[in-house]
């Protein structure tokens, strides 16, 4: 695997992060007003879990507001479903495929989430773009191995964007 050397690479990914990865990460408000997010000084921007639906409030035509626990904690979720009048849902075909996301989503049920971090309430929250459900068994411990693989071989290795900042110290 080849290693990144561009922090901004990250950017537009979506990251695989367990839930106290996703959790922990530091937010900083940006100029532009969008919400900014980052990893020991790497920007992350989209983030990608898998977990058991723990939670499930359905506001129909409105929003699906979720939570998924990987065992290292809750990931808050929201899946909009107002947005059938932008032109870029309009435009993808987003808001029936939004519709039939909610219908997957059960309580209990394990799930692939894909999105982009936000916050809601001062609290990290994913905005849902895709959702999967998993039925290999087996599913939730390949992610673990993969979040920690990616953890150690690209996520880490990464040089912080500003060189102002030193790099922590190596896991021992």
């Known amino acids: 695997m080849q290693k990144a050397n561009n922090p901004v690479a990250l950017q537009n990914t979506h990251v695989k992060l367990l839930a106290f990865d996703l959790l922990s990460l530091t937010y900083s408000p940006s100029a532009d007003a969008t919400t900014s997010f980052s990893r020991r000084g790497i920007p992350i921007s989209r983030v990608e879990t898998i977990g058991t639906v723990t939670l499930r409030d359905l506001k129909p035509d409105r929003f699906l507001r979720f939570a998924v ?97 030193p790099p922590p110290p190596p896991p021992k």
């Open 69 to 165: 626990d990987d065992g290292t904690g809750c990931v808050p979720c929201v899946l909009w479903l107002n947005h059938r009048d932008s032109p870029s849902v309009a435009r993808r075909r987003r808001h029936h495929l939004a519709a039939s996301f909610a219908e997957l989503v059960e309580v209990g049920a394990v799930a692939r989430v894909r999105g982009r971090l936000g916050r809601y309430k001062g609290a990290v929250q994913v905005t849902v773009s895709d959702v999967v459900l998993e039925r290999d068994p087996n599913a939730e411990i390949f992610h673990r191995i993969d979040c920690v693989f990616l953890a150690r071989k690209c996520y880490n290795v990464l040089p912080p964007p500003s060189s102002s900042t």
